[in-house]
């Protein structure tokens, strides 16, 4: 069992930033790519963000690329989502996934609430 915990979350003004952590836990060998989605209130799951334990392989929706940054520090166990100028519409929970392949996790957090202000 790995286990996931999503930190970071918050209030912020549109134009702001944020940086999301996610800390892993239990046997974290048997993942090999973490993470992030979101989900605002009457809306689908949306992926944001994808990124190998190495480091060597990211993938980004279009609605973030350029705005948010995925990292991993395999050190700490923990991935990161770097978001910079926020918006509305980047109101939602945040949540942090772990697994085999981006096709497929596992392991999912209990989301961190991102409410972003005009």
């Known amino acids: 069992q790995v286990q996931l915990v999503e930190s970071g979350g918050g209030l912020v003004q549109a134009g702001g930033s944020l940086r999301l952590s996610c800390a892993a836990s239990?046997?974290?060998?048997?993942?090999?790519?973490m993470g992030w989605f979101r989900q605002a209130p009457g809306q689908e799951r949306e992926s944001l963000a994808a990124?190998?334990?190495?480091?060597?392989?990211?993938y980004y929706a279009d609605s973030v690329k350029g705005r948010f940054t995925i990292s991993m520090d395999n050190a700490k166990n923990t991935a990161y989502l770097q978001m910079n100028s926020l918006n509305r519409e980047d109101t939602a929970v945040y949540h942090c996934?772990?697994?085999?392949?981006?096709?497929?996790?596992?392991?999912w957090g209990q989301g961190t609430q991102v409410t972003v202000s005009s």
């Open positions: 996934a772990a697994g085999i392949m981006s096709s497929d996790y596992k392991y």
């Open positions: 239990g046997r974290t060998s048997s993942t090999y790519v």
């Open positions: 990124i190998s334990r190495s480091g060597a392989s990211t």
